[in-house]
């Protein structure tokens, strides 16, 4: 065979020379390099996705959370519009001006913090910081929770942070689940739980089980987290006039408070002028009273707030008198420790009463406008008043900020007259350091809870906004700020129209609709069913019936009746002498028996009854 015979089975290529220049030999670094990013892994590389390997950013880093929650920060219209101001200038205390100056560091700080302790966010609450600094507040983030109608008077947080309940002038109470709430914001429960009596105070127990309302009626009511009535206690006999022989009070509850410690012990204030002690188990009667002393005019005065101090040694009540009285909390009650006479303006509604942790500061909030601070070492002069601070509601409350740096409260305005406000002010000597435009309407009530670091603001136009800050706060609004409402599933339907289910049993089938027309019919055949009621007879009577005209009602106001006017002795009397000349009936039955008539003499019959004892 030929060579060209062969050349046919090889490609033409095959012997020739290549034409490409050999390749210089790398030096050591460049093998280096090559071996560096050409170690084989271009291949596998390919089939990976284009984000495989990339470090994702922090959960709690400034960047990620800014996008998470970016639908809920305060856009720059908004803040334009009601922005915060400051009023004052910066706190005096030292702690207070440093942290002011230190704001931007002390927000870069606690993103750094919160990019360390990504693993601990999902921890549980306990984790968290007890005392939040106010140095950072945590207002760059809002969300709305619009559910009641009116006025939102009571709000309460329980210690978990993990539920809100709210209550209002609509008589509606609102459960909230930071956790099971989406965007939508919606709560997982609304009832009426007092009827229709407006909620004056929700408080939730120290385990956090249970929750106090506090409403209009007379009777206060224990339900628990989950929306289920426990107890309801007595209320007490209005027509007993010592209030302190009463089980229970007998006009309207204005607040109520649990005892920080025991958790089966509560306290009520009423308009009765009393405050009741409560044991939970005992709804029948209250443990003790305290009658509220007054020096009004009938020695009674609306109870118009109450609470125990912290560390429970100490009542606390404010008499619609302008007084507010301090009470040992384990008796005696008949006389308080201390009464402070013109704490507030007489005759307005002091509507809360705070005590600071150590028990040793009170600040009171009075219908007077004011605010002021109190020692309660020394409880003759306040250490400082505020003014100014509108209220047009009875249950406008003031409180502390988680480190005591601050005292908050909310102001009052009439309807589209402005925006209602969130006060800080310095714990020290009132001053306001800053003010928060919330809405254009007043802002009853304000919480910050000290494990979320989120304040909650409640407001008379229905609303109730919850602020915060990714980088310093922790759960609460962040669960669901973030959360999109579920998507429905494909195979998740429900059919309009009637499932028939012919085999069913009798105790679930449901009675079908039929007309009327075949009962009528039947109940017209029955005569007893369809007697028509008998009617007035008039003209003359018929049947066995006498029948009553016109001219019977006319002949009985011309011939009246006197038989009721005449004496019935003298008429007995007038047929005497017709008796006895001409006997009929009982004379004669006597003839043969007793002719003569036998009587007995006697007026009362006394020496009657004496001889036949003597026999």
């Not at 209002?168 to 109470?173: H, I, K, L, R, V």
């Not at 929750?211 to 309801?232: F, P, Q, T």
């Not at 507030?344 to 002091?350: A, K, N, Q």
């Not at 009637?498 to 039929?514: C, N, V, Y």
């Amino acid at each position: 065979m030929d060579d060209s015979d062969f050349a046919k089975y090889f490609p033409a290529s095959f012997g020739k020379s290549s034409s490409k220049p050999k390749p210089k030999p790398k030096t050591e670094d460049q093998k280096a390099q090559s071996t560096g990013s050409n170690d084989g892994m271009d291949a596998l590389r390919a089939f990976m996705p284009m984000s495989f390997g990339k470090q994702k950013p922090a959960r709690g880093s400034p960047s990620s959370s800014s996008n998470r929650y970016e639908s809920t920060s305060k856009s720059s219209s908004v803040r334009n519009e009601k922005d915060d101001e400051i009023v004052a200038p910066e706190p005096k205390g030292p702690s207070l001006d440093d942290s002011a100056k230190s704001i931007s560091g002390a927000a870069s700080n606690a993103a750094k913090a919160r990019d360390d302790s990504d693993d601990d966010y999902d921890s549980d609450e306990d984790n968290a910081p007890e005392n939040p600094s106010s140095a950072v507040l945590p207002i760059s983030h809002e969300i709305l929770l619009n559910e009641h109608s009116k006025t939102i008077s009571a709000m309460a947080l329980d210690p978990a942070g993990a539920r809100l309940v709210t209550g209002g002038y609509d008589f509606n109470m609102c459960f909230w689940d930071f956790a099971g709430m989406d965007t939508r914001f919606r709560p997982f429960r609304s009832m009426e739980p007092c009827g229709a009596h407006q909620i004056h105070e929700l408080k939730y127990s120290i385990t956090g089980d249970k929750i106090l309302i506090i409403s209009g009626e007379a009777k206060a009511r224990i339900y628990d987290r989950n929306g289920l009535e426990v107890a309801e206690y007595q209320k007490g006999d209005p027509y007993i006039r010592d209030m302190r022989l009463t089980s229970g009070h007998v006009a309207s509850l204005t607040s109520g408070a649990w005892h920080p410690y025991t958790k089966d012990k509560f306290i009520t204030s009423s308009a009765d002028s009393t405050i009741r002690i409560w044991d939970v188990e005992n709804v029948r009667k209250q443990a003790e009273v305290i009658a509220y002393k007054t020096k009004e005019r009938g020695g009674r005065t609306s109870v118009t707030a109450v609470a125990y101090s912290s560390d429970g040694k100490m009542i606390a009540g404010a008499g619609g008198d302008g007084t507010v009285s301090l009470y040992p909390s384990g008796g005696p009650f008949l006389r308080s420790i201390h009464t402070i006479e013109n704490a507030h303006v007489r005759g307005t509604e002091t509507s809360c009463i705070t005590f600071s942790r150590d028990s040793q500061r009170m600040v009171t909030r009075g219908g007077d406008d004011t605010v002021k601070l109190w020692d309660t070492r020394n409880l003759k002069h306040p250490l400082s008043i505020a003014e100014e601070v509108d209220s047009m509601n009875a249950e406008a409350n003031v409180i502390f900020s988680p480190d005591e740096r601050l005292i908050l409260t909310g102001t009052s305005v009439k309807k589209n007259a402005g925006y209602g406000k969130i006060v800080m002010m310095n714990s020290s000597d009132l001053d306001i350091v800053r003010t928060i435009s919330v809405t254009q309407s007043s802002v009853v009530r304000v919480l910050w809870h000290d494990k979320l670091n989120q304040i909650i603001a409640g407001n008379a136009d229905g609303s109730a906004r919850v602020y915060y800050d990714p980088d310093v706060s922790s759960k609460g609004a962040l669960l669901c700020a973030s959360k999109a409402p579920k998507k429905r599933a494909v195979d998740d339907y429900e059919i309009d129209r009637p499932i028939i289910t012919p085999h069913a049993l009798p105790m679930f089938k449901e009675e079908k609709i039929r007309s009327n027309k075949r009962k009528q019919e039947k109940m017209r055949s029955d005569p007893v069913a369809s007697h028509r009621p008998e009617m007035p007879l008039t003209g003359p009577g018929k049947g066995g019936k006498v029948g009553v005209s016109l001219t019977q009602h006319v002949l009985t106001d011309v011939v009246k009746d006197r038989l009721r006017e005449e004496d019935p002795r003298a008429a007995l009397l007038k047929y005497a002498e017709v008796t006895e000349k001409d006997p009929q009936w009982i004379t004669p039955a006597y003839k043969q028996s007793q002719p003569n008539a036998v009587f007995d003499k006697h007026s009362d019959g006394s020496e009657h009854r004496e001889l036949k004892r003597k026999k």
